[in-house]
């Protein structure tokens, strides 16, 4: 069952976005080599609590941490580890936090120092899937339309979309209906409607489409090993437009690309 939110609603769910998209800010200005994503970890926690806040995921199913890190061949769900990040590398970080009783859940891949020209334009693919993805959450379409585009676009880019995980409605409840897929038909699926407020997250592989789970019983890899990116933003359905309320700006600030 599809749950659509009022205006009201929607400003808290707002509120709940921003302060993922906060705490992503401030993860965004400690990203570096050496850095290790438990001490990201820890204080992206802290940043939540302190204001007022509660992180999303710890817990959620048995999940231990306030982020999840998928570190390059990682699509999703990874676990914070000791393991200092090195230059090249990326990193995918996922954040939840609950504030008013909403989820706010987005996420972005970061660089770690220079990375290779091949894998930034991964990178860059990736949030172009989003946005283009966005632009399909108008009134009239329907949820495949979102998922066509992204996968679209990706493809054509050589790249492999991530079939077994999908972006979903969010609320009261971290995954709500509808599933929202990277992949799809035209005018397939649930149609959109004022008052759905989605969680839109393209997974992209560099290589092929296909995954693995890591023994750790969380961790999501890229079958062949090469490099995976993750955006995700909160949209709301408002007269008949999106509204995105998240915001990459804390981040891209921090990172000095705005
Ligand atoms: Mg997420
Ligand atoms: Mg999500």
Known sequence: MIILKNREEIELMRESALSVSRTLGIIAKEIKPGVTPLYLDKIAEEYIRDNGGVPGFKGMYGFPNTLCMSLNAAVVHGIPTNKPLEEGDIISVDCGVIKNGYFGDHAYTF?????????????????????????????GNRI??????????????????????????????????????????????????????????????????NIKQLKDGWTILTADGKPSAHFEHDVAQIDGKPEILSTFKYIEEALGIL
Not at 113 to 137: A, H, M, R, S
Not at 178 to 206: C, S
């Open 111 to 139: 660089g770690v120092g220079q990375i290779n020209p091949e894998v930034q334009k991964l990178l860059d693919v990736t949030k172009e899937c989003l946005y283009i993805g966005i632009e399909q959450f108008q009134a």
């Open 144 to 209: 495949g339309d979102i998922g066509f585009a992204i996968q679209q676009h990706a493809e054509k880019n050589g790249y492999g979309v991530v079939r077994e995980l999908v972006g979903h409605g969010l609320g009261k409840k971290l995954h709500e209906d509808p599933e929202v897929p990277n992949f799809g038909k035209r005018a397939d699926g649930p149609k959109i409607k004022d008052g759905m407020v989605l969680a839109i997250e393209p997974m992209i592989n560099m290589g092929t489409k």
